[in-house]
């Protein structure tokens, strides 16, 4: 592979991860690569009618998705290969009623998911994605959506706050250091206290 090669498929995946902040994203994202690579979408819901060399995919749940291609020659002479992945990542996902007002800041509570090292999300621009369910004419309906700006910090202590860090370590509590700061109290309500949300995550 040349050197060319090597940077259009690293721009590819840096492209496709930019596009997957949740796992959400990530599943929108895989279908519309699959969808422009000549695959079509089946319905768990219905029958289906496949026949040799046909190229699918099945959504479940907006966060898992299997695509597969028929061959055209019996498997127990052609075999098979299967690839899996996960669509999720380590990342701090709000909780249902997030809203947090303390001390004179307006804060959004989350709960750590996954194998997050705790000290890399201090001190650093976060943003929010993931899934709004909303009512339009008295339904139920989805929509993901990604800031892609800075919206909120998890402050790290000054050192004389904090004397031990550099002889006993960055000791976070997950419930109570690592609530992102939103704005300050004295600024009003924000119009997201008036959402309904539903699995966002605070992205780096």
Not at 102 to 108: A, V
Not at 156 to 173: E, P, Q, Y
Request: with cysteine; net charge positive.
């Amino acid at each position: 592979m040349s050197p060319t090669d090597i940077d259009t498929q690293a721009n590819d995946l840096l492209q496709y991860i930019d596009a997957s902040p949740t796992p959400y994203h990530a599943v929108r994202e895989t279908a519309r690569r699959l969808t422009a690579a000549g695959f079509r979408e089946l319905d768990e819901r219905e029958s289906w009618s496949l026949k040799p060399g046909d190229k699918v995919f099945v959504i479940r749940g907006d966060t898992s998705i299997a695509a597969f291609q028929l061959g055209t020659k019996p498997v127990d002479t052609t075999g098979f290969r299967l690839v899996g992945s996960h669509t999720d990542s380590p990342n701090l996902r709000l909780k249902p009623n997030a809203a947090v007002n303390r001390h004179g800041y307006q804060q959004l509570g989350v709960e750590v998911y996954g194998g997050v090292l705790l000290h890399t999300w201090t001190d650093r621009d976060l943003s929010l994605a993931g899934r709004v369910v909303a009512l339009h004419d008295g339904r139920p309906r989805h929509h993901l959506v990604d800031f892609r700006r800075p919206l909120l910090r998890v402050p790290n202590l000054a050192i004389h706050l904090n004397r031990g860090v550099n002889t006993d370590g960055l000791k976070l509590n997950p419930q109570e250091h690592m609530v992102p700061v939103l704005g300050l109290e004295s600024a009003g309500p924000r119009s997201c206290a008036r959402c309904w949300w539903r699995s966002w995550a605070a992205r780096g």
